[in-house]
């Protein structure tokens, strides 16, 4: 053991005795950072060996002889140390061992637990290269195999796709190789040790090792052997790997096209002969060049290399007249066929691989993205992988539904948040036209920068960026290179960023921490004073580094821009790889980047944080399912940052996605003149026209829709806009209804990434205002009113309504004597609080005097007025005077209520979070029908993808439920509102002109203070809330100040006024019509 004197200092500031002091040959490699694999084959980019043209062009390697895939159930056995793992198992055929899946995370199947952390490492002592040997869990794997004999004679691959965190290998008893980076595939020649017959291959897995301190990243910490293992088989003689480039011309129009393979000869014969041949296919698999390019091998492999600079890229060169390009919105593809042929002109070998035709630059003017000369922006999103049951063990099919999600919901861009994925997400994005920003497995968060300074890490960071790099290099869809995540910056990541700059021509490099550089006049250290310490004021010190070519931020406030394009001397462009951090009901003011983002010069886009909740499947003590996040699994170092995707852990949309849709959408339109029916149509597409859109025209009366017809297709080019008139597709109007038409376009045919009629895109506008409140004389019989010691009671036929002497409220309504109200009807200032409410600018704390004070009545009245109305009139103050509220009901004999509301406030509070009042409603009113925006809950600075309309939904689902309960349900612009039962009883509530309205079977209390959704406990009634406004949701980040909301979406504290009415009735939704036109008085 170490000496007590020896220490190494953590990142809580805690001593930790360093648990092992090595000498030599007594270090295990997971233990060595010099050493990232044994016997590990160069890394090559992904390709299956076909015997046939016609099976390689199919680029299924389901339909090659030469692919054994070896998922499946495994034999198993844990231990939670090293000390305590089966040694020696590998020597023979275990028995008795536990089975589990491969691929998968053993700590999903019940063996130890995963950890969550945003930051920091989930084990101590932090002290690299070394790991905890008390605990640090162990997997031993095994299964046996056959090699069919139509191999005999080839060369063997073992391919892991993804191991966590490092691993081990024996076939048949003898030791083969080793292998780090949980993110990338292992491969070996396990030729040597194979024999006929069953052969026994064995794997052991170390939970940490010293490459988890290259994998600090924001995710769940998982092992195992979490992506797919298969044998593949080449003949000896092979295409080792192959590299393509396109280089378009200043035109855009014809293409270079430059090949250069790897061959490799295992044969140790001569290759005299041997020719390889190149072909290219177009997407009906006609071939493209006019003759097949043909070399000899034997040139190929005996290359030399000049002792000045390099040999030339290309092997293989040719002109190719106007290809069809590829790019996200036309992902044209074509097959590259490499045929490997000996002497005798017998085929040993196909290979292929999809080919895209592509440009990457940036504009000399404004800096601005060029795929292809054109203009594009990078609509994007952080996905990580993650399955609530799964883990990071993903199937083909989660991947492509993941993928086809993202497509459809108009985001064009993947960060692979912080590791390259499974070569199949590439597949997908070549395919659909997804633009990929390619991440190395590195984060060092939890120490920043230290490792990025150490010479002895060089070589294991270098390593995961250029195998990253030579295994995706030739997927079309990968349009930057990205060096990692958080980990600091250094001479290490200037050598990462020169190897790639290098080995690749094509594709810019980012790097978000690539920041400062301190031989220019006025850099500023991080520490020292004037250095910024929150992301939103992170401008350059006075240059990023020069190895980088995009300037990257993390988490901008709408000034950051303003910040970063006043700086002088820096003309590249700018990227937020992280933005609209979607942490619960948040994502707040995304148009309005996006309105900045497009008017600015060298703004490029962003990736919004991030795709997915990561929440686990877990049951309580009940049996009950739930999803759990950091913490729950009694983990002694974790985060609970779990929770914070566009959409829900197993892919349900949150309402979040449907903004963001709407405001990414290629089409816009707008409303120019509305006397003559003028809507101006914006192209925003980069490269297509508008004739492959279905466009539909619907009208609305009063939320219903009465007309829908079809516009003829539009030929309108890609960044264009046009004035289309829509006086002849409207109906006649009439006075006293209001009416909005919605346009929407849609595929006219089937893509790869959506069936034909998906809606790519929609806009509302008004045809006329806001319909004026329309009062009536209402015949009625009298009321009756009584009063008592603490109540008012006021009565009439079939009604009898209770307000309260105590707090001014109306506590009671019964109609027929069914209860309607089971909490006072009382002014209301606070919401729930969202994480970015609690964890972020502290809602609690700035806006403490909301919280912290509740309305005391001052003054109680009660008038039967002439007119046979009852007034009840109730005066609140709150805050020490300073505010004073208004609620005066007005009863007529028919049971309706009107409620006036005035708020009058100083100026010099602080804002409001929202301006109201709530009641509790009987609880088997959970069925909720509206006219206002939906059909998902929406906010004042996040209802942009939000229409107008009449929509319907039980409260299950008018709610957003999510894992960490918090406001949630909330509908803008509300003109109508009815709760009703199965009976279709309910309470209907009319605005006077626009409510902001939710509903939950909880108390705000009970969300305040329960951590799952699961643990709820319903009131016993249903909670409404009938607001005048709210403030929004925020998001640009959840930690700091810039996570409120921004300034036009808080509530200022001032004077407001607002009426609705409230009416206990049983009616059908399509009889409310008429009932709203005898509701006012």
């Known amino acids: 053991m170490a000496s007590q004197s020896i220490y190494a200092q953590t990142v809580t500031g805690e001593k930790a005795g360093i648990p092992h002091v090595p000498s030599i040959y007594q270090t295990e490699p997971w233990e060595d950072p010099q050493v990232t694999s044994i016997n590990r084959d160069v890394t090559r980019a992904t390709a299956y060996s076909f015997e046939t043209v016609e099976d390689a062009l199919s680029n299924d390697r389901s339909r090659s002889s030469r692919v054994m895939i070896l998922n499946g159930k495994w034999d198993f056995k844990f231990a939670f140390k090293p000390s305590d793992a089966p040694t020696n198992f590998f020597e023979r055929k275990v028995q008795n061992w536990d089975k589990i899946e491969v691929p998968s995370n053993w700590e999903l199947k019940g063996y130890d637990i995963p950890i969550y952390k945003s930051a920091v490492y989930p084990f101590r002592p932090v002290n690299p290269p070394y790991v905890p040997r008390d605990y640090n869990a162990v997997g031993s794997y095994q299964r046996s195999f056959s090699i069919p004999e139509k191999w005999d004679g080839m060369n063997i691959t073992l391919h892991f796709g993804g191991v966590s965190s490092a691993f081990k290998v024996w076939v048949n008893g003898k030791f083969v190789g080793y292998g780090e980076d949980s993110c990338l595939p292992s491969e070996f020649n396990v030729t040597p040790y194979l024999q006929k017959g069953e052969n026994i291959l064995s794997v052991q897995v170390i939970r940490w090792s010293d490459g988890s301190y290259l994998e600090d990243q924001d995710q769940w910490r998982m092992s195992g052997i979490q992506r797919e293992v298969m044998l593949l088989a080449e003949p000896k003689l092979r295409i080792a790997d192959f590299f393509y480039q396109t280089k378009l011309d200043k035109n855009y129009r014809d293409a270079l096209f430059s090949l250069r393979p790897r061959i490799e000869n295992l044969t140790g014969d001569t ?125 083909r099919e989660d991947i492509l539904r993941d993928i086809q999600q993202i497509k459809q919901f108009n985001f064009n861009c993947i960060r692979t948040c912080h590791y390259p994925n499974d070569p199949f997400l590439y597949d997908l994005c070549d395919k659909f036209g997804i633009l990929v920003i390619d991440e190395a497995n590195y984060e060092t968060h939890g120490i920043g920068g230290m490792l990025s300074n150490d010479t002895r890490w060089t070589h294991a960071m270098m390593e995961r960026t250029s195998r990253m790099v030579l295994r995706d290099k030739n997927h079309p869809c990968v349009i930057i290179w990205s060096l990692g995540n958080e980990a600091g910056r250094g001479p290490n990541n200037a050598a990462m960023a020169g190897w790639i700059h290098d080995f690749d021509i094509t594709r810019p490099v980012h790097y978000e921490p690539a920041q400062g550089s301190p031989e220019l006049e006025g850099y500023i250290a991080p520490g020292e004073p004037g250095y910024p ?404 809950e929406n906010y004042i600075d996040r209802c942009y993808g939000s229409d107008i309309g009449i929509y319907s939904l039980p409260i299950v689902q008018f709610m ?73 949701v925020g998001g640009n980040d959840s930690w700091s100040e810039v996570a409120q909301p921004i300034e036009k979406y808080r509530v200022k504290a001032k004077n407001y006024t607002y009426r609705f009415y409230l009416y206990p009735v049983k009616t059908k939704n399509d009889k409310l019509p008429l009932l709203l036109n005898k509701l006012r008085f």
């Open 271 to 395: 290759v005299k002969g041997y020719k390889l041949k190149v072909q290219l296919y177009d997407a009906h698999q006609q071939p493209v060049f006019p003759q097949v390019l043909i070399k000899p091998v034997e040139e190929m492999i005996n290359e030399s290399y000049p002792r000045l600079d390099n040999v030339k890229f290309g092997m293989f060169e040719t002109k190719v007249k106007n290809p069809a390009k590829w790019s996200d919105e036309e992902p044209n593809l074509y097959t590259l066929v490499l045929l490997l042929e000996d002497n005798l002109g017998h085929i040993q070998e196909v290979k292929s691989c999809r080919v895209g035709f592509r440009s990457i630059e940036f504009s000399k003017t404004d800096s601005k993205l060029l795929i292809n000369g054109k203009v594009t922006y990078l609509y994007g999103v952080n996905r990580h992988d993650h399955d609530p049951v799964k883990g990071k063990a993903l199937s």
């Open 533 to 936: 310490k929150d992301h939103s004021h992170r401008v350059q010190v006075p240059l990023d580094q020069r190895y980088v070519d995009i300037v990257s931020r993390m988490y901008p406030a709408l000034y950051t821009s303003d910040l970063l394009l006043s700086q002088k001397g820096d003309r590249r462009p700018v990227f937020y790889c992280e933005y609209a951090h979607s942490m619960g009901n948040s994502t707040g003011n995304v148009k309005e980047f996006w309105d900045q983002f497009r008017s600015k010069e060298r703004i490029i886009g962003g990736c919004i944080w991030e795709f997915k909740d990561q929440g686990l499947y877990k049951s309580d003590s009940l049996g009950k399912q739930f999803v759990a996040y950091g913490g729950d699994f009694g983990e002694k170092y974790f985060d609970d940052f779990t929770i914070k995707g566009l959409v829900k852990a197993d892919g349900t949309p949150h309402a979040a996605i449907y903004e963001c849709k709407r405001v990414f959408q290629p089409v816009e339109c707008q409303l120019t003149n509305l006397s003559k029916g003028f809507v101006k149509i914006i192209n925003r597409h980069a490269l297509k026209s508008l004739a492959s859109y279905n466009i539909t025209l619907s009208v609305l009366e009063d939320g219903n829709v009465i007309s829908t017809k079809e516009i003829p297709h539009l030929t309108l080019d890609a960044g264009k806009d046009t004035i289309v008139c829509i006086s002849s597709y409207l109906p006649k109007m009439k006075t006293d209804h209001e009416y909005l038409a919605n346009i929407l376009f849609s595929l006219s045919k089937d893509e790869s990434w959506a069936s034909k009629g998906h809606m790519v895109a929609s806009n509302q506008f008004a045809l006329t205002g806001l319909v004026p409140a329309r009062k009536v004389e209402i015949t009625s019989s009298a009321l009756k009113i009584t009063t008592k010691d603490t109540v008012c009671l006021v009565a009439g036929k079939n009604f009898e309504l209770l307000f309260s002497k105590k707090n001014g409220a109306l506590c009671s309504y019964k109609l027929s004597n069914k209860e309607q109200i089971f909490s006072p009807l009382i002014p209301h200032f606070t919401r729930p609080f969202t994480d970015n409410d609690r964890n972020g600018w502290k809602a609690q704390s700035l806006l403490n005097v909301w919280y912290d004070s509740k309305p005391q009545l001052v003054s109680f009245k009660v008038n039967n007025e002439s007119s046979g109305i009852v007034k009840v009139e109730s005066a609140y103050q709150l805050i020490d005077h300073k505010v004073n509220v208004q609620v005066n009901y007005s009863v007529n004999g028919k049971g309706i209520i009107k409620v006036d509301y005035a708020l009058k406030v100083l100026d010099s509070l602080p804002n409001i979070p929202k301006v109201g009042m709530t009641c509790g409603i009987a609880d088997d009113y959970r069925r909720i029908s509206w006219y206002g925006r939906g059909l998902y």
């Open 960 to 1032: 957003d439920s999510y894992v960490k309960p918090q406001e949630n349900g909330n509908r803008t612009d509300v003109r109508w509102m009815f709760l009703s039962n199965k009976k279709q009883q309910g309470l209907l509530v009319v605005a006077d002109s626009l409510l902001s309205m939710s509903a939950w079977p909880f108390t705000e209390k009970t969300l305040n203070t329960t951590r799952h959704a699961n643990e709820l406990i319903e009131s016993g009634f249903v909670t409404l809330n009938i607001d005048l406004i709210q403030m929004g």
